[in-house]
Every structure is written in structure tokens, then in C-alpha cells.
């Protein structure tokens, strides 16, 4: 049978089944080109790479085959579900600067003891990979290292070292020869990973790939690959502090819900073991318009400070702006608070921010997301030693939520010594000792119990 013929951008990477002079979707002149890829050698990359592909009984399906290893790096192990998986292709995205490079050199130092390792990048020589090397303390004669950018340069590097670990820093800076479109390009970026990917399949190697991701969209980014490769990491953090959180978003491997935690300090990433204790370092007490609460990270209960601005409006058209917590979901608080709470926030302008770079989307953060509002409406401050768990219904009453215990344990651990609670669930709870816990039916009560009582 005669393979069908494949045209895609070079532009944008649409693919097309027929040629035409300008592109259909981003309305590119003369950037429609042939694929030189067959689709029949796509399907065996799909398919795990073992040719010829023919259909089996899954009784006879070998069970082996996911072979795990640790990183060295515990908190890099938790998002990946538990190790690194053998012939798994695994994307770590993030904004420039945020680390990345120095996370991968980092776990070298612990993979070199029991495999070898190639480093590529296309982003230092080998002079500069050297240094940093030097200075995160990695430096390992199983460690290979080599500043290239032609994906055929890399295979061939590849085929005579014979690595069991594979790490390309970046899939932007690398090129495939015969593409004429260049090195971060959509086409170029797919292609790339298409071929590592068949590497890490057929040589059955584990191979990290380092992605940019930004802003602006010039460069073709992780998200184009999320659907080929087996797992998507993104590494995430405010630039201007030193805690960053690693996020699963796909994971083939294991759950994409858990997240791990690092500080950047002067000698390299160092784990967070403890991300509550981290988190709530510096807090102000005493202060309004703060509260305390605890989310759950996948597995982990983590303690997260709620802030608050309530402030008044110049205008007559009040802001309302949230940091880290769903926009809406503050919204229908705020409306909450105004009708069941009685505290008439409409005319206001508010702020919300979580802490520390967390993203909450729990219900769970609710009652102390209004807490902190009203706090901050009353001017009085919540007490240091309180925190708050609960979702807030829109009659203003308060609901449980799952793992409450975990939750409440998280906080009695931290030192806490009242938490605010559902009181429906209040009394199946067990005693933590030195932790009262005030039970509430509604925002009202939460309130009076969190604040006192209003003069
Ligand atoms: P890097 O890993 O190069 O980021 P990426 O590869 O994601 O672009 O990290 C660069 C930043 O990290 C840079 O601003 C310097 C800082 N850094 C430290 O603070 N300590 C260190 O030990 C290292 C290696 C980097
Ligand atoms: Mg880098």
C-alpha cells in the first residue's frame, strides 16, 4: 500500500493532507512543507518501539517492565510517583531562570553511582557546565557531559556512549537537519522529542528533557509535547524568592496530584522536607487580615497562610483581584460574606493572596479565605495561634471536607492551638491535646469565634 503523503508548517506544525502555498491555520505564506517522516515509523514510536508490532494476548504480556530507580532527590521522586521510570521520556518545564538546569545537574550526582549518565546541553559549554558542576558538588567519572545542538551530532554521541540516563538541556536549543525551519520552532520542537522519545523506548533510557517555557509564545513550548512524552513536570516559583515547587501535570507513571517543594540556595536546590514549617516562616501575627489553613498537596497535608486587603474604594467600581485562589470562587465568598456574614465588603475593594507561590484550589481554604476578609474588614486581627478549615456553602453555612483529621492533625503538629472546624464533623474528631477546637455552623459563627464578638 502506498503511504499516504503528510504536509504540516513549518510555522505552526498543522498538518495538512494536501500542500497548498499558505497555511490554513496560522495563514503563513509558503511555510507548508512534506513530511520527511513516514506516519508508519510514528505508530511503532507510539507503540513502545518493538518491531514488528503484532497484537498478543494480554496473559502473555510481560510485567516487568516498569523498572524504577530514585533520584536522589526525594521530593523529585514523589512527583514523579515514586522514582524515575526506565525508558520513560520525562519533560521539565519552567520559565527561564527558575532552575531547571541546576535541578538536573544536581540529581547526576546520586544517578552516576549506579548508571551513566550523558548531559547535553545546548545552552552552556562544557567549560560553564563545568563550573556549575563544580560548584553543586557533582562530579562523578560517570558523569558525561557535551555542549551540542544537532539532534544527529546527539544520537550519534548517544550511540557510542551508551548512557543509561539521558539529559538534553534544551529541547529548544536542538535542531534536526533536513527541517528548514529553526532550532524552537513548533516542528522542530516535535520532531526532536519524537526522535528522543524513540530512544528512550528502543534503548529502553530514561531521558529528561529540559523545556522554556514563556510568556510571550516566541518559543514553541512543553505544551506542544504534553501529548507525546510520559511525563510533563513544570517547575514553578516567584523569581524574586527562593522556594520553588516542582507539579506533575501528566504522569503515566503515577498520580499527577503531589508536588514537590525545593529552596535555591547558594549551593544548589536544597529539599523542603517540611513545606509547612517553610511556608509559614515569617508570618506577621497579630495583624488583620491573615489566616491560617490547610490544604492537601496529593498525599501531603500543607499548611497555607491566607491573606486579605480589604480597603476602600476611590472610584465607585470596586476591585477585586486574587492571587493563587480561584477568581470566582473569591467572588461567591465576598458575595457570601456581604449577604450571610453581614459585613457589607460590596463597596470595597478586595484582595486575596496566597503565601509562598501555592496555587489553592481546595474548598477546604474557604472559611479561612473569609476569615481573612473579614479580618481585614473588621481591622481586628485573627489570633497567631488559630487556623481555620472548611468550605463555605452559599447560605453561608460550613461544610466538612475530606481528610479533615489529617488536616487538623497537620495543624495541631505546627503548634496550633484553636482551629475553626465544620461543627457537624466537630465532635467525630479525635482530641488533639493543647488544640481547642471551635466548632461553627456557619460564617457567622466561624466569625464571632475567630474575631469575637462585633460592638
Ligand atoms: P538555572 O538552573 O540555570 O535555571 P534554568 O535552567 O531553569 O534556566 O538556575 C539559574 C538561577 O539559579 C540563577 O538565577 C542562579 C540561581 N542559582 C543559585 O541561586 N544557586 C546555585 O547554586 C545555582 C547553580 C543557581
Ligand atoms: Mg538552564
Redesign the pocket.
Known sequence: MKAKKIFYCTECGNETVRWAGQCPACGAWNTVVEQPDKPARRTEVRSGGIRPRKARPISELSEDEEVRFPTGMGELDRVLGGGAVRGALVLIG?A????????MLQICGKLCEFSKVLYVSGEESERQIKL?AK??RVEHENLYVVSETALGDVLECVDEEKPDILIV?SIQTLYKEGLDSTAGSVSQVRECALSLMRVAKERNITVFV?G?VNKEGGLAGPRVLEHMVDCVLY?EGDKHTSYRILRAAKNRFGATNEIGVFE?????LSEVRDPSEILLSGRPTDVPGTCVTCIMEGARPVLAEIQALVATCPGGNPRRTSNGFDYNRAAMLLAVLEKRGGLRVSAFDAYLNIVGGLWVEEPAADLAAVLALASSYLDRAVSGDLAAVGEVGLTGELRSVDRLEQRVAEIHRLGFRQCVVPARRAERLREFPGLRLLPAKNIGEAIRAALGQRE
Open positions: 519552567g527561564p531562570g527558575i532552575g531547571k538546569s541546576t535541578l556549575r560548584r553543586l538541556d529540559i522554556h517547575f535555591m540556595r547558594d549551593a544548589g
